[in-house]
């Protein structure tokens, strides 16, 4: 049985700048593709005030492995360029059945926060 579905929702993403500590600032989506093909995933990034980026960026992941794309790897983002703290939120679209975790490290303050999150 593969584990894992084909639409999730990350709904409270915000890219933030990488700052000044060892550990820079950043975002990440992690999926792991428990399937037998690859999975081919694509994002659709909801802004709060301009239309959706629709069909820009196409994620791979191949049979029984887990990637990890990072919001500010512009080659992660098939050249689509997230604007530092601006709300905005994801839907993954994927070929395969998947599981997406979510994670984002803050260290905008002395006390960085890093937390991760399932997407829905």
């Known amino acids: 049985m593969v584990v894992g579905k084909k639409y999730w929702i990350i709904p ?12 820079k600032g950043h975002e990440s989506v ?3 593709n428990d399937s037998d ?5 694509d994002v659709k990034i ?11 960026i196409v994620w791979k992941v191949p049979a029984q492995t887990v990637k990890c794309f990072r919001m500010n790897n ?3 983002m098939c050249g689509v ?4 703290e601006t709300q905005y939120a994801m839907k993954l ?13 803050d ?11 399932m997407a829905f």
């Open 74 to 76: 512009i080659e992660h």
């Open 12 to 23: 409270d993403c915000e890219l933030p700048p990488e700052g000044e500590g060892v550990l």
């Open 81 to 84: 360029e997230i604007p530092l």
């Open 30 to 32: 992690v999926i792991v």
């Open 37 to 41: 093909k690859e999975a081919v995933i």
């Open 93 to 105: 679209s994927s070929s395969q059945k998947i599981v997406v975790q979510y994670g984002r490290l």
């Open 46 to 56: 909801f802004y709060v005030d301009k239309a959706p980026c629709v069909g820009k």
């Open 107 to 117: 260290n905008r303050q002395t006390n960085l926060a890093y937390y991760t999150t």
